[in-house]
């Protein structure tokens, strides 16, 4: 069956552009997560989503940083006025209700 | 934050070679799972073992919860394992949240 999908799988942005990174989880799976992978941070939690609704958003940076999840599946994070900060590796991840969890190829961000 | 620890940082082997990475959390866990980053930065689910004893070919992985560590042994090691292993731990108070060592990169030369 298919993976978790990510799109773009790159992404080139300059500073102060917004951008909308997509997730298609696995079917079936009602949780779905982010995390983003920089070179200084290492791997960190940004956001959980079950089914609809985001009962932690406890690990988004700032409040530029936003994300929705629609119909059960699909997510989207969006990155307004984007700071050379926020290049990473934006990965998404999900799984059943809990449990396992399984990454996306990610979004490789770069913010000149 | 529960605390991960990974244990060596690099490791360099040559194939055929045996090694075990460690990985040290610093509070009780009811999720915990092994990755290999491969050179695309594909992360790629080796073991989910909060507790007890699994193996998967030539891999297999041992978490001793009640002294916060977990042990991912490689035997036979191929070229093909050459990459970054993570651990990564669910927080106590929300399993659902994956905390990551910084992990172990391996290099197995042939």
């Known amino acids: 069956g298919a993976g978790v999908s990510q799109s773009p799988s790159n992404k080139v942005t300059e500073k102060g552009k917004d951008v909308e990174l997509r997730c298609d989880p696995i079917s079936g799976h009602t949780a779905l997560y982010w995390y983003r992978q920089s070179l200084g941070q290492g791997l960190e939690f940004l956001i959980y989503f079950q089914g609809n609704s985001a009962p932690d958003k406890s690990g988004l940076p700032s409040d530029r940083f936003s994300a929705e999840r629609t119909g059960g599946s699909v997510s989207t994070l969006t990155i307004q006025r984007t700071q050379q900060e926020d290049s990473a590796v934006y990965l998404c991840?999900?799984?059943?209700?809990?449990?396992?969890?399984?990454f996306g190829p990610g979004t490789r961000l770069t913010v000149l | 934050g529960i605390q991960v620890e990974q244990s060596p940082p690099d490791l360099i082997l040559q194939e055929g070679a045996n090694s075990t990475l460690r990985c040290n959390f610093s509070d009780s866990v009811n999720n915990l799972q092994w990755f290999h980053q491969n050179p695309w930065g594909q992360l790629i689910n080796l073991f989910y073992?909060?507790?007890g004893t699994k193996q998967n070919g030539r891999l297999s992985a041992t978490t001793v919860a009640t002294e916060r560590y977990s042990l991912l042994y490689i035997s036979s090691s191929q070229t093909t394992d050459s990459g970054v292993y993570f651990c990564a731990v669910g927080d106590p108070s929300n399993d659902y949240k994956l905390s990551f060592g910084a992990g172990t990169t391996v290099t197995v030369r042939a």
């Open positions: 073992i909060p507790s």
């Open positions: 991840a999900s799984s059943p209700v809990a449990g396992e969890q399984f």
